[in-house]
């Protein structure tokens, strides 16, 4: 072989070798973290790869923007009542007039921790009973409401840990154990989990026009879990399934239902995902078609055999999946709503799927060359999809039939692109093929074209993960997924998550914070 054959080869090889390096890199990283090591110490935090930006880097620009006025300040509105101080001046010199006062605005709390002894009245009665006062509405235990909820707001919103609350109550006066603080973390837990999942049916049946997804590692009882977010400009929704696989996706679709339906809807998923048509036949011969939970539905599979049928594609699998959309599609939930992912395969599920523009420009960007032809191709590449997408932005803003089709073509210019460099026409031709995916938005300009909402929302549960490591129980894990749900919920509807803990723990008057599936079914 002639060394100008061999070169190409060589680079080509380099380049995979240089991937393998990172990804095993990666994997040891990651392995490290799940035993519990301390990793690699970031010496040279300046030769990491910073994000590429695109999002930021297409916003449209004012040629000449003005420069900000520093010496006005912006008015601020406090949203907690204002109290007047009088504040009088010394040695005022005689016969000076009063021109009133000037205001200077302090923000303060108080802080201090009580103990209250309710001495309830015995009374003896004459047949020989003992009638005792009940305690004031509200007061359950030896935890005051509102210690509760500053717990609660503390755990979940100020992302603190167990051990520093107790430190922290404790460096108050206040005798409050771990035990103690498990139990107020857990001991309403059901009631919140439904109300996470009531804010998820109301969004589902108000028929979201789209909603985004993503998923992030979470360890339960010692193992590997997956947590997965739904969400979009209205709500969020954390759940943390025991593995990533589309049945734990649809299951969650259900937003609490537990049936398992054989609609026209069903066997349409099934036909779509390559199902023999003689299976399919065979689950429509029989009855019933409707299944209250996952133990009657496996009943259901195992009575007709289909168990025992040893073809490709899953007959079981498949059938499962196609079970759950039905009960999905028969609660009225997902109507015409777009999925819109990170490219994950569990997350194409329904007609509408769309794919985050960001990750994939991500694949172009993370590519390594060894070459300067390598690196010039790249960046090309790497224009040409950043001026695409800023024309793709400024279509969501006045869609046109003739941008459409404009758009269309130029994206099968660009992926379609023969540059010589290997690595990239591979990419390219991958890409290429998300077509329909990555051009959703051309036919729903209301979608998004990124999945940062989603990646922000999880945030909140990645952090808990590295100060909490894992849960130990299932009242833990639902308990963490609950509240976070809600407050990012409250923060999307600009409702104060302590007003919204003080509510629901009876602290505030009864219906001060409307229920959040309310609010979001009554949103226009």
Same mark, same amino acid.
């Given at each position: 072989?002639?060394?100008?054959?061999?070169?190409?080869?060589?680079?080509?090889?380099?380049?995979?070798?240089?991937?393998?390096?990172?990804?095993?890199?990666?994997?040891?990283?990651?392995?490290?973290?799940?035993?519990?090591?301390?990793?690699?110490?970031?010496?040279?935090?300046?030769?990491?790869?910073?994000?590429?930006?695109?999002?930021?880097?297409? =916003?449209? *620009?004012? +040629?000449?923007?003005?420069?900000?006025?520093?010496?006005?300040?912006?008015?601020?509105?406090?949203?907690?009542?204002?109290?007047?101080?009088?504040? &009088?001046?010394?040695?005022?010199?005689?016969?000076?007039?009063?021109?009133?006062?000037?205001?200077?605005?302090?923000?303060?709390?108080?802080? %201090?921790?009580?103990?209250?002894?309710?001495?309830?009245?015995?009374?003896?009665?004459?047949?020989?009973?003992?009638?005792?006062?009940?305690?004031?509405?509200?007061?359950?235990?030896?935890?005051?409401?509102?210690?509760?909820?500053?717990?609660?707001?503390?755990?979940?919103?100020?992302?603190?840990?167990?051990?520093?609350?107790?430190?922290?109550? =404790?460096?108050?006066?206040?005798?409050?154990?771990?035990?103690?603080?498990?139990?107020?973390?857990?001991?309403?837990?059901?009631?919140?989990?439904?109300?996470?999942?009531?804010?998820?049916? /109301?969004?589902?049946?108000?028929?979201?026009?789209?909603?985004?997804?993503?998923?992030?590692?979470?360890?339960?009882?010692?193992?590997?879990?997956?947590?997965?977010?739904?969400?979009?400009?209205? #709500?969020?929704?954390?759940?943390?399934?025991?593995?990533?696989?589309?049945?734990?996706?649809?299951?969650?679709?259900?937003?609490?239902?537990?049936?398992?339906?054989?609609?026209?809807?069903?066997?349409?998923?099934?036909?779509?995902?390559?199902?023999?048509?003689?299976?399919?036949? &065979?689950?429509?011969?029989?009855?019933?078609?409707?299944?209250?939970?996952? +133990? /009657?539905?496996? +009943?259901?599979?195992?009575?007709?055999?289909?168990?025992?049928?040893?073809?490709?594609?899953?007959?079981?699998?498949?059938? *499962?999946?196609?079970?759950?959309?039905?009960?999905?599609?028969?609660?009225? #939930?997902?109507?015409?709503?777009?999925?819109?992912?990170?490219?994950?395969?569990?997350?194409?599920?329904?007609?509408?799927?769309?794919?985050?523009?960001?990750?994939?420009?991500?694949?172009?960007?993370?590519?390594?060359?060894?070459?300067?032809?390598?690196? +010039?191709?790249?960046? &090309?590449?790497?224009?040409?999809?950043?001026?695409?997408?800023? /024309?793709?932005?400024?279509?969501?803003?006045?869609?046109?039939?003739?941008?459409?089709?404009?758009?269309?073509?130029?994206?099968?210019?660009? #992926?379609?692109?023969?540059?010589?460099?290997?690595?990239?026409?591979?990419?390219?031709?991958?890409?290429?093929?998300?077509?329909?995916?990555?051009?959703?938005?051309?036919?729903?300009?209301?979608?998004?074209?990124?999945?940062?909402?989603?990646?922000?929302?999880?945030?909140?549960?990645?952090?808990?993960?590295?100060?909490?490591?894992? *849960?130990?129980?299932? &009242?833990?894990?639902?308990?963490?997924?609950?509240?976070?749900?809600?407050?990012?919920?409250?923060?999307?509807?600009?409702?104060?998550?302590?007003?919204?803990?003080?509510?629901?723990?009876?602290?505030?008057? %009864?219906?001060?914070?409307?229920?959040?599936?309310?609010?979001?079914?009554?949103?226009?």
């Amino acid at each position: 072989m002639e060394a100008a054959e061999l070169k190409p080869l060589v680079l080509g090889l380099l380049e995979q070798v240089a991937g393998l390096k990172e990804l095993v890199r990666e994997q040891s990283e990651e392995i490290a973290r799940l035993k519990g090591l301390k990793g690699k110490p970031d010496i040279k935090p300046e030769a990491k790869k910073k994000p590429s930006g695109m999002e930021n880097g297409t =916003d449209p *620009t004012d +040629a000449n923007p003005k420069e900000p006025d520093k010496r006005k300040r912006s008015k601020k509105n406090f949203r907690i009542p204002v109290q007047d101080r009088i504040v &009088k001046a010394h040695d005022v010199p005689a016969g000076s007039r009063n021109l009133g006062y000037e205001d200077f605005m302090v923000e303060d709390i108080i802080l %201090h921790a009580i103990a209250i002894r309710y001495r309830r009245e015995r009374w003896l009665t004459p047949d020989g009973r003992t009638v005792i006062a009940a305690l004031p509405m509200g007061v359950t235990d030896h935890v005051g409401a509102e210690l509760k909820r500053f717990i609660l707001m503390l755990y979940h919103q100020g992302q603190t840990t167990v051990p520093r609350l107790v430190a922290l109550l =404790d460096s108050m006066g206040l005798d409050v154990s771990e035990r103690k603080i498990v139990r107020i973390l857990t001991e309403e837990v059901e009631r919140f989990k439904a109300e996470a999942q009531a804010v998820l049916r /109301a969004a589902f049946q108000k028929a979201a026009s789209w909603i985004s997804v993503d998923d992030t590692g979470a360890r339960h009882k010692g193992k590997n879990g997956i947590c997965t977010q739904i969400g979009n400009h209205l #709500f969020t929704f954390f759940a943390t399934p025991h593995s990533k696989s589309r049945i734990n996706f649809l299951s969650l679709l259900r937003a609490g239902h537990t049936d398992y339906v054989l609609n026209d809807a069903a066997f349409e998923y099934m036909k779509d995902h390559n199902m023999p048509s003689w299976v399919s036949d &065979k689950l429509q011969e029989h009855h019933p078609r409707i299944f209250a939970n996952e +133990a /009657a539905w496996l +009943a259901h599979l195992e009575e007709i055999g289909l168990t025992k049928i040893r073809v490709h594609p899953n007959p079981v699998q498949i059938a *499962t999946e196609g079970a759950l959309w039905g009960s999905i599609l028969s609660h009225g #939930f997902l109507k015409d709503s777009v999925i819109l992912s990170d490219d994950a395969g569990q997350f194409n599920v329904g007609d509408a799927h769309a794919l985050c523009w960001v990750h994939a420009e991500r694949l172009v960007y993370k590519l390594k060359f060894f070459t300067d032809a390598g690196r +010039a191709a790249q960046e &090309k590449v790497r224009r040409e999809i950043w001026d695409f997408y800023r /024309a793709l932005k400024a279509y969501k803003t006045k869609p046109a039939e003739e941008d459409k089709k404009r758009l269309a073509k130029r994206f099968d210019q660009i #992926f379609d692109q023969k540059t010589g460099i290997c690595a990239i026409d591979k990419l390219l031709n991958r890409l290429r093929r998300n077509k329909p995916e990555l051009l959703r938005a051309l036919e729903r300009p209301d979608i998004p074209l990124h999945t940062n909402g989603s990646e922000n929302d999880i945030r909140c549960q990645v952090t808990r993960r590295k100060i909490s490591g894992t *849960t130990r129980s299932d &009242k833990g894990r639902d308990s963490r997924d609950a509240f976070l749900s809600l407050a990012k919920t409250c923060m999307k509807l600009d409702i104060s998550f302590w007003d919204y803990l003080g509510d629901r723990l009876g602290i505030l008057p %009864h219906g001060s914070v409307p229920q959040l599936a309310a609010l979001i079914a009554a949103h226009p």
